[in-house]
């Protein structure tokens, strides 16, 4: 059986949402949904009757098509956001990894560079003879600081990325995805921080990282809803640490908190043990094991997440 590739567009879904709203909206007339507000008999004349009745008996019908469009509205708009914000969270990490690629090739050619133009500023005694066979001493550098292939300046220190997109020249099926990434002294990330959106669509998200020693890091989240997430580690020398993760909505409001200790925070594989002895999500992975087969349903320790 051959295999197929599943795409789903969605800012065309999160448009769909916005149209469903809008047709909820129209359903929504006051003279359909509120008894108290039926038209006059001084302006329908002799159908004054008739019409109030149709509008009696199909007030419920209206209202319950009502509710289900806007049940059907925030579904479209739930699953566009959430499959919006994955390609984000990946598009984020990507961006980030390109700006430090460029970062590292720019760091080489630097280096290469000052260590050419210090070896032009460096000078040894050496032998030499004249055209008559007489040895002399002269300094010689110990690079031609007039070298053809010597190295290029490395220019400025690469810290930022952009990239847009407009497929079709409509302002649909874009993106516009721009990072500033910070270095420590050792050509390290120091902080990172993303912004993606899709142009007028509204999809929007946004994530800043900063860095701390031994596998420490505070990443905040701004989802496309309004809503935030704060991860917070904190790693020791010895690899033990910390991490707290903190929901709120867009009003600020704390939803959710989850707490987790940990081991080997200072390298590329932590692992996190839950603290909440009825937590649903005990691997530290952001899902709700006791309702995921694949999680860790009889074990509270499980493989981190450095997101």
């Known amino acids: 059986m051959p295999g197929y590739d599943l795409v789903i567009d969605y800012e065309l879904l999160n448009t769909l949402a916005k149209d469903t709203e809008r047709l909820k909206e129209q359903l929504a007339d006051s ?3 509120g008894r108290g507000d ?25 209202d319950n098509a009502k509710e289900l469009l806007e049940a059907l509205s925030q579904t479209y708009k739930f699953a566009a956001q959430k499959m919006f914000e994955t390609d984000a969270s990946f598009a984020s990490s990507a961006n980030t990894q ?38 002399y001493l002269k300094q010689q550098r110990l690079a031609d600081p007039n070298a053809k ?60 990282t900063d860095n701390g020693k031994n596998g420490s890091y505070t990443t905040t989240i701004t989802h496309t809803d309004g809503s935030t997430t704060v991860i917070e580690v904190h790693g020791n020398e010895n690899g033990s640490g910390t991490r707290n993760v903190t929901e709120t909505d867009k009003d600020g409001k704390t939803t959710s908190t989850s707490s987790y200790t940990g081991t080997g925070v200072n390298t590329d594989n932590p692992q996190w043990t839950n603290t909440d002895p009825d937590a649903t999500d005990t691997d530290g992975d952001g899902k709700n094991d006791k309702n995921d087969p694949s999680g860790s349903q009889n074990s509270n320790t499980g493989v981190g997440s450095t997101v």
């Not at 038209?39 to 419920?60: E, I, P, R």
């Open 38 to 62: 039926f038209f006059h008999k001084g302006d329908l004349g002799g159908a004054f009757g008739a019409v109030n009745m149709y509008l009696l008996q199909w007030t419920g019908p209206f």
């Open 149 to 208: 292939d010597a190295p290029a300046p490395p220019g400025p220190e690469p810290t930022d990325g952009e990239a847009h997109n407009d497929d079709f020249g409509d302002g649909t099926n874009n993106y516009n995805h721009s990072s500033h990434v910070t270095f420590d002294s050792d050509g390290k990330v120091a902080s990172s921080d993303t912004k993606i959106d899709d142009g007028a669509g509204g999809l929007t998200y946004h994530e800043h």
């Open 98 to 135: 390109a700006v430090a690629w460029k970062h590292s090739l720019w760091d080489m050619n630097k280096k290469a560079y000052e260590n050419w133009k210090y070896l032009t500023e460096q000078t040894i005694l050496v032998h030499a003879w004249d055209k008559n066979g007489h040895e």
């Open 31 to 33: 003279r359909l949904l």
